[in-house]
């Protein structure tokens, strides 16, 4: 971003160069962040969602590549949840499933699926992140129609009936351990900045086939 200042006396000049510093240090986070393709929620703690490849492992030190030739060092804590997301198909689906989702609503007002994940319990889908975005909530009952298998799912104000077409995603999640985390697996994690510059996560989702990174 080029500036253009006119300085009538030093004064000036030192006021303007001040403020160029100032706005150059604001940006720098942003221009890296860019650079390193990581998707940024501005939050109190500095709190960001990190997708990619595991780099390496040792120990409690997680190395993530978000893109070629960037890598980006995250820790874990202790008690840092880790859980598995492996792809899922129509068949898994059943009644009594814990599921989440997110839908498009079509120009007749039903709804059809455009991401389904399959909880391995009631506990787990309401651990999941607020910004995933998912309509959590159980399946109750399923039929078949015209587009696709029709699930009537159970939410906390009511029912609603979501068409599983053949271009929805479909994965299902269960409860991983940190051995899960190995080189070339793809995760999704939130981390959080700490005082210091470090990256702590607590919650981190793997894809262990490296198929794809996680969606949540």
């Known amino acids: ?68 030739g960037i890598i980006i060092p995250v820790e874990l804590k202790p008690q840092t949840y880790v859980q598995t997301v492996t792809k899922a198909q129509a068949g898994d689906l059943k009644e009594g499933d814990q599921i989440g989702a997110q839908v498009r609503t079509q120009p007749d007002a039903t709804l059809n699926a455009v991401l389904i994940i399959i909880f391995a319990s009631s506990e787990q889908a309401a651990a999941q992140p607020a910004d995933a975005n998912l309509m959590v909530g159980q399946i109750v009952a399923q039929e078949k129609g015209e587009k696709g298998l029709i699930f009537t799912v159970k939410y906390a104000d009511g029912q609603k009936r979501i068409t599983l077409t053949s271009d929805a995603q479909l994965w299902r999640v269960n409860a991983g351990q940190v051995s899960d985390l190995r080189k070339g697996a793809s995760v999704s994690l939130s981390a959080t900045k700490e005082s210091d510059g470090r990256l702590v996560t607590s919650r981190i989702s793997v894809s262990p086939d490296a198929m794809a990174a996680p969606p949540i």
């Open 1 to 68: 971003m080029a500036l253009s200042v006119t300085a009538p006396n030093g004064s000036n000049e030192a006021r303007n160069e001040k403020t160029r510093s100032a706005l150059r240090a604001s940006l720098a986070p942003c221009v890296l962040a860019c650079l390193a393709g990581l998707c940024v929620t501005a939050q109190a703690q500095d709190a960001m969602r990190l997708r990619g490849t595991i780099d390496s492992v040792n120990g409690e030190q997680l190395r993530v590549s978000p893109s070629a």
